[in-house]
């Protein structure tokens, strides 16, 4: 144990504590998978134990995002740290936003087959991009780079818990119900309509994963717009979940839900710059 220690540095430290915050998040999501059996109003969506799996992944992206700085500044050696970031961003920003989307849009005992074997392969397709987008990262050593090369495992993780925060809270707005739910039969059974917005998740996660594994290159967040962006994109997503976990924690009622469009609000102004940052990548 003791030449273990001796490996690490402080930054490590954190990497670790990076990984465990994924590993409570996926915890969470366990604990989740009973509400998300009831019906829509009925326990989906007051659940708090979806809004605590969020916390645990935007708690572990800042960590992620300071770990760097801390390694350069106080660690004489980091021999363990590159192993250590590829373990715990897989958690964290691959396996566990994964499982959060399966568990709250699986629908399970309302879809059919077809649409569970959907949602897993997009899915599955959203943790093996973000396993071999961190290989390529350690392989091309991309710390030195200016650019990332395809978008980083965290900014995939917010983009997919934003859009995901949002369709979710969606229905709340009361826009319409012609808009907010879609009867398909073959997705969800007979007679089960759903918030459209479902139909959304499943090419979100194709293309978020897709994305890292690209050429495309976006700004590393150290100066500049980039940064200020960030900044405001984080302080929005995480208002917006910490909002929405003390509102369900707090209010058993399911008859008034429009105490909930802040935490809409918060996840819609998150999506659109998680979008900004991406599509414009080093141009901004």
């Known amino acids: 144990m003791r030449s273990t220690y001796k490996l690490m540095g402080i930054a490590d430290f954190i990497t670790l504590f990076n990984g465990l915050l994924g590993s409570l998040s996926i915890m969470f999501i366990i604990l989740a998978v009973e509400d998300m059996q009831n019906p829509y109003l009925e326990g989906g969506l007051k659940t708090d134990y979806i809004w605590a799996a969020m916390l645990c992944i935007i708690l572990s992206a800042l960590g992620d995002i300071i ?76 710390s ?12 995939s993780a917010m ?13 709340i ?30 090419p ?18 150290k100066h500049g717009l980039p940064l200020k962006l960030t900044i405001i994109q984080f302080l929005a997503i995480l208002g917006a979940v910490l909002y929405a976990l003390i509102y369900t924690a ?12 802040p935490a809409f609000v918060g996840f819609t102004i998150s999506t659109g710059l998680v979008l900004m940052y991406i599509i414009l990548g080093p141009r901004i």
Do not use: H
């Open 67 to 142: 770990d760097g700085p801390i390694a350069r500044r106080y660690s004489k050696r980091r021999l363990l740290g590159g192993s250590l970031d590829l373990m715990s961003d897989t958690i964290s920003f691959a396996l566990a936003p994964a499982l959060l989307v399966f568990v709250m849009y699986g629908r399970m005992g309302e879809s059919t087959p077809l649409w569970t074997v959907a949602m897993a392969i997009a899915c599955c397709w959203l943790i093996v991009c973000g396993m071999l987008r961190l290989a390529r990262f350690d392989y091309e050593d991309g």
């Open 250 to 261: 707090t209010d058993d009622s399911v008859s008034d839900l429009s105490g909930m469009i």
């Open 144 to 155: 030195k780079n200016a650019f990332f090369i395809g978008i980083s495992s965290p900014a």
């Open 204 to 221: 979100v996660m194709i293309i978020s994963g897709s994305l890292m594994i690209s050429d495309w290159k976006t700004f590393k967040l």
């Open 173 to 202: 707005t009361g826009y319409g119900p012609e808009l907010t739910t879609w009867d398909c039969s073959l997705c969800f059974g007979k007679g089960a309509a759903k918030p459209w917005g479902d139909f959304l998740l499943l």
């Open 159 to 171: 983009f997919v818990i934003s859009v995901s925060g949002m369709i979710w809270l969606q229905p």
